[in-house]
């Protein structure tokens, strides 16, 4: 459509000039016709509440995970997809129709080519993609609500100037009810169960499973129900996994379009009690974002989108009636480790501080022998415990909190819960985790138990074993150590005054904190690598330490507390940066190392779980490590501007990275090790969002440079 402007048409749409948006341009792959083929573009919307809505950028589903209503029904798990796609067909006033979706089908088929009509589209404030169509453009946008379980579908019919004529859009529904990790085998005698309502139907895909609600603004709906068989899932035929699925059509929305007309579909768990406006929808998003950011105190197009892509994760849990963090998307549920470390950067640092503190207590509540749980299955069993470090990110994160909030009362709440974790260790707790009387420092693990970040399994084989003492989990336990004593002495002053009983517990408490990181620090020396200048990556229960140049070392230059000399955390960090560092994070070991893997899944076309996590921790880089390495850098190059330019030319690629690839609008998990570095794993990881958030926040000269030196709003693909 001559002089349309999709950017012009979001401002407009919600009310606010100034706003500026990343508009990925698709015309060049038009005439290329490739769109089809870059599945590894794709979009994400989420509620809150652990549902979601996510396909590819040409609205297909290559994924077991895609769909347009995937529903937490215990939140944030026990995710289940019900809507999985909608397929429009346009009819325009000469009666000539164009297909707008695009599906992938066995045998490599793409039918239909709506991909072809494809010219725009844009993550913020909602996904947004722009139809060229004969006589004009239709608009469509998809937002999942905050706080409810509801996905809002909206239409909107753009006509050319001088063009007064309607539109017709008849849209095929096409439903599923099945565990969003499964896939779904149809059966000719298997009908859909459905109760048509004024603007709306009912779907329940058999008399037990549970019924979801489709509703529109307008139009009649015809019931018409049918299988299609044979989709394709291209990224699980990538995965190694099963590729294919059958879907139910349920029937058919049609409405009659007239020119700016807009049409909303809804899915819900309940009955939509009010008809929805797109428009209306969409600026209600957009002030809630808006919000969101002037917590933050800070500004930006890189700002804005971090937060937003920061929010996607914060979820509200059913089970503790808090606050929790999904660690990332689409398949990991709420992870211990993942949580305290994402925290930082998605709330503390972001002003979000109730939603902080309720994340904490959260976790805190399942506190069990001294450690945080691992993780909590999405199919909502008791959660596990097979984690040594979470515990440990848990003090940091709580004296961030203190630092940014003062919240003593807080502090009286969590504190004797970390006292109670440093008496665990010192007992000694599950999986061999307790701390060495001899030298002070932490120590772990037993055969087929894998405790530390790097936890990749393969049946009983643990990738990367690491059993004995880890260098940053002694760091680690280095801060909690310090952070204690701090914190103790902090309560002794700021609440309980200069006397009596509870002030010498507190003095005394924080002596003996003082005391055991002198002996931890003493201790930790026993990790200095001589010969290669840094630190060994773990000393064994035998004695044997491993020199491989792991990435891990760098938290002992980068946290609060300093376990090292400054000479040689000048000296980590300098061979971390010749070995380990990319534009996308740190390498998980130095590519000279015989065992390192530079391509997640060795290379393999059709990467198995077994071949992925062989390779997981042996060379591909993590985005998250970034942050500690901003801190490290800092701690040691200081504060000056080139510093900053160095730091910010190493972070672009990840701010490109968030507009233009893998799933729009987010970081993804981990990166290849080897050049070009292509996007795998999670699509949407929350440490990686986190920690860049962090850092663009807590160093306003960073942020400055990179503000000033993002791609433009219109990127062409």
């Known amino acids: 459509m001559s002089g349309f402007s999709l950017e012009s048409f979001l401002k407009k749409q919600i009310g606010d000039e100034e706003s500026s948006f990343c508009v990925l341009d698709f015309k060049a792959l038009q005439q290329t016709d490739s769109l089809a083929e870059r599945s590894d573009l794709e979009w994400l919307s989420t509620n809150g509440l652990g549902s979601y809505a996510s396909q590819t950028i040409a609205l297909a589903n290559s994924r077991r995970y895609h769909g347009l209503f995937i529903a937490a029904l215990d939140p944030p798990v026990r995710r289940t ?6 397929d429009e067909v346009a009819v325009t006033a000469d009666g000539k129709e164009t297909e707008l979706s695009t599906s992938y089908w066995q045998g490599d088929a793409v039918a239909p080519h709506g991909y072809e009509h494809l010219r725009a589209f844009t993550n913020l404030p909602v996904p947004t993609w722009q139809f060229d169509l004969p006589g004009g453009v239709l608009v469509k946008q998809v937002v999942m609500i905050h706080g409810e379980q509801r996905v809002v579908i909206g239409y909107t019919w753009v006509p050319d100037q001088g063009n007064s004529e309607s539109l017709v859009l008849k849209t095929a529904v096409l439903a599923n009810f099945r565990d969003f990790h499964s896939e779904t085998k149809g059966d000719a005698g298997w009908k859909f169960l459905q109760n048509l309502r004024s603007n709306g139907v009912s779907i329940r895909a058999y008399e037990e499973a549970s019924e979801w609600h489709l509703d529109f603004s307008s139009g009649s709906y015809t019931e018409d129900g049918d299988w299609y068989w044979n989709y394709s899932w291209s990224a699980e035929w990538e995965r190694g996994l099963a590729d294919s699925e059958d879907l139910y059509r349920t029937g058919f929305i049609t409405v009659d379009l007239k020119p700016g007309e807009s049409f909303t579909i809804t899915a819900g768990l309940e009955i939509a009690l009010q008809t929805f406006d797109i428009a209306e929808v969409v600026r209600n998003e957009w002030i809630r974002q808006a919000e969101i950011v002037a917590m933050s105190g800070a500004q930006g197009r890189i700002v804005h989108q971090l937060l937003i892509a920061g929010d996607q994760f914060i979820v509200h849990r059913a089970s503790t009636g808090g606050a929790s963090i999904l660690a990332g998307y689409h398949w990991f549920s709420d992870w211990g480790r993942d949580a305290m470390i994402s925290i930082t950067g998605l709330l503390i640092e972001t002003g979000r501080h109730a939603l902080a503190r309720s994340v904490l207590s959260t976790f805190a509540k399942h506190l069990s022998e001294g450690l945080l749980p691992n993780h909590f299955p999405d199919s909502g069993q008791d959660p596990q415990y097979n984690t040594i470090d979470a515990t440990l990110w848990w003090a940091f994160a709580l004296d961030e909190y203190y630092r940014n909030t003062g919240d003593v009362a807080f502090l009286l709440e969590q504190v004797p819960l970390l006292d109670k974790v440093v008496i665990a260790h010192l007992q000694g707790t599950r999986h061999g985790i307790k701390v060495d009387p001899v030298d002070g420092l932490l120590e772990g693990g037993e055969p087929h138990v894998q405790l530390t970040w790097m936890d990749a399994k393969c049946g009983d084989l643990v990738v990367t074993p690491r059993q004995g003492k880890a260098v940053e989990i002694n760091a680690l336990w280095f801060n909690l150590l310090k952070t204690l004593e701090l914190l103790h002495t902090t309560l002794a002053s700021a609440v309980l005054g200069s006397e009596g009983a509870e002030f010498d517990m507190h003095t005394g408490l924080s002596l003996r904190y003082a005391d055991m990181a002198e002996k931890a620090r003493v201790g930790f020396s026993a990790f200095w690598n001589d010969s290669e200048g840094c630190l060994f990556d773990v000393i064994g229960k035998d004695g044997y330490v491993d020199p491989s140049i792991r990435p891990n070392q760098i938290f002992a230059v980068s946290l609060p ?38 391509i997640y899944g060795e290379t393999m076309e059709a990467a198995d779980q077994y071949h992925r996590d062989l390779t997981y921790h042996q060379g591909t880089a ?59 794993g999670c699509i949407a990881q929350a440490w990686s969002v986190a920690e860049v958030t962090r850092v663009v926040l807590k160093y306003p000269q960073l942020r400055e440079i990179l503000e000033a030196t993002v791609a433009p709003p219109a990127v062409a693909v």
Request: charged content about 20%; proline content about 7%; overall charge negative.
């Open 81 to 86: 997809l019900l809507l999985s796609r909608l």
């Open 561 to 598: 507390f300093k376990v090292i000399s400054p000479e040689q955390a000048a000296g980590v960090l300098a061979v971390v940066e010749r070995e380990l560092l990319t534009g996308f994070g740190l390498r998980t070991l130095a590519p000279r190392d015989p065992a390192y893997k530079g």
């Open 622 to 680: 993590w985005p998250f490590l970034a942050g500690h390495w901003v801190d490290a850098r800092v701690a040691i190059h200081g504060h000056q501007q080139s510093n900053f330019e160095f730091i910010a030319e190493r972070l672009l690629p990840l701010i490109q990275h968030m507009n233009e690839e893998a799933c729009i609008g987010s970081i993804s998990e981990i990166f290849d090790g080897d050049e070009p570095h292509r996007p795998m």
